[in-house]
């Protein structure tokens, strides 16, 4: 069975950083194409950033561009996001997902697997 887990979320001031971190584990596949999805109360999942198995590849959404990036971790199927600039609204939980080859990246439907999600708070 795979397992994803997001790690890293937390309170901060507007204006402040944090860190996420994803690792896919149970399987033997080490290929994953990885992405961070995030929810805010009463909307939908919504398209984050995502990046191709070898890190080559990235896509961010415009929303969060210049402000957020995706990064693959040293060790196989590890995922970052590292989140610069935080505004209110990007208060939401946050989960990263992974698939062997998606077909819409931006599409929650297209991923297979999913973590719990990890809940990021930025006050005004």
């Known amino acids: 069975q795979v397992y994803v887990e997001e790690s890293g979320g937390g309170l901060v001031q507007t204006g402040g950083s944090l860190r996420l971190s994803c690792v896919v584990s149970?399987?033997?596949?080490?290929?994953?194409?990885m992405s961070w999805f995030r929810q805010a109360p009463g909307k939908g999942r919504e398209f984050v950033a995502s990046?191709?198995?070898?890190?080559?590849?990235?896509s961010i959404a415009d929303s969060v561009k210049g402000r957020f990036t995706i990064s693959r971790g040293n060790a196989k199927n590890t995922v970052y996001l590292q989140m610069d600039s935080l505004k209110p609204e990007d208060t939401a939980v946050y989960y990263c997902?992974?698939?062997?080859?998606?077909?819409?990246?931006?599409?929650?439907?297209?991923?297979?697997?999913w973590g719990q999600g990890t809940q990021v708070t930025v006050s005004s």
């Open positions: 997902a992974a698939d062997m080859s998606p077909k819409d990246n931006q599409s929650p439907g297209s991923w297979d697997y």
């Open positions: 149970g399987s033997t596949y080490n290929n994953y194409f």
């Open positions: 990046v191709n198995w070898s890190g080559a590849s990235t």
